[in-house]
């Protein structure tokens, strides 16, 4: 099971939390979990990944615009993907729910399948997807792993081996 984490950072603190996704993602059986900032995305990879998961730090209360621009323009078909987000912030407060929620509306209109399991599977919970100020205390770098192992655990549950489903 192929899960791409795709993410925007400037300062390394989103990159970071990025790893931590990615470490959560490969804990379970059979996943290879890549990193991708979006200067540098994989398409080959994200063409056969099941799931994906998306991040980026706030600006002025709401996603980067580098995210904002790639989910607006991006060719790549995410059509019956696995979608999660993730958000870095400055401060508690800072936007990353507002982030969160416009990321998970772009994988939406891709026609992408989100998902985040809230609070459905108990402590830590990971409502929107995983928030971490700055690059994140012992617990929000915790969360963050869950979000991964999560998101891989589901898509095996979705898919198990299968191969990925042709795009709309």
């Not at 929107?128 to 991964?148: I, N, P, S, W």
Request: with cysteine; aromatic share 6%; proline share 2%.
């Amino acid at each position: 099971m192929k899960i791409a984490v795709i993410y925007h950072s400037e300062t390394g603190n989103t990159a970071r939390i990025a790893e931590r996704i990615a470490e959560g993602a490969r804990t379970i059986p059979g996943t290879e979990a890549r990193l991708m900032g979006l200067d540098g995305i994989d398409e080959a990879f994200l063409a056969e990944a099941r799931a994906m998961v998306i991040g980026c730090p706030v600006y002025a209360g709401g996603l980067s615009w580098q995210m904002k621009r790639w989910l607006d323009t991006t060719k790549l078909k995410l059509a019956g993907k696995l979608g999660s987000v993730f958000a870095t912030e400055n401060h508690v407060g800072g936007g990353a729910d507002i982030a969160e929620l416009s990321m998970a509306a772009g994988l939406l209109v891709r026609g992408c399948l989100v998902y985040a399991a809230g609070a459905s599977l108990g402590a830590p919970f990971t409502h929107f997807g995983a928030v971490a100020v700055k690059d994140g205390d012992e617990a929000q770098k915790e969360r963050a792993r869950v979000l991964g192992s999560r998101v891989a655990e589901k898509a095996r549950e979705l898919w198990g081996g299968a191969e990925p489903m042709k795009s709309l």
